[in-house]
């Protein structure tokens, strides 16, 4: 079960964004953030490939969801307008955010142009 993030959890494991102004990520291992609501068709499709991804994956990659409708703050700080949207967080680079239910071989390639991590 992929953990779901608040905003304090956010704070804590992604980017504390009350402190820093400049993209500061507080995380030890890459991470993907599927931005999602539970009426979203196309999110209920992506869901299942996130979940087989982070079993794949272990603990090389950590994968989070935020609820659009719960967490509003959140999806309004990453002008997330359309769902779902996948943001990919690099250790040491500025993340990068996707948009859309992408197959899982595009999530693949992403995480390993993107976020450098192999399975």
């Keep these: 079960m992929l953990e779901h993030l608040t905003v304090e959890t956010f704070k804590q494991k992604v980017f504390d964004y009350t402190k820093h102004k400049e993209w500061k990520y507080e995380g030890t291992v890459p991470c993907m ?23 794949e994956y272990g603990d090389k990659l950590v994968i989070y969801k935020i609820n659009t409708e719960e967490q509003q703050e959140l999806a309004a700080i990453f002008g997330v307008q359309s769902i779902p949207s996948l943001l990919f967080v690099p250790l040491d680079a500025q993340p990068q955010m996707a948009v859309g239910a992408l197959p899982k071989e595009t999530f693949v390639k992403a995480i390993a142009d993107v976020l450098k991590v192999e399975k």
């Design 33 to 55: 953030i599927d931005f999602y609501a539970d009426w979203c068709q196309p999110c209920k499709m992506v869901a299942p490939i996130l979940e087989e991804l982070q079993a």
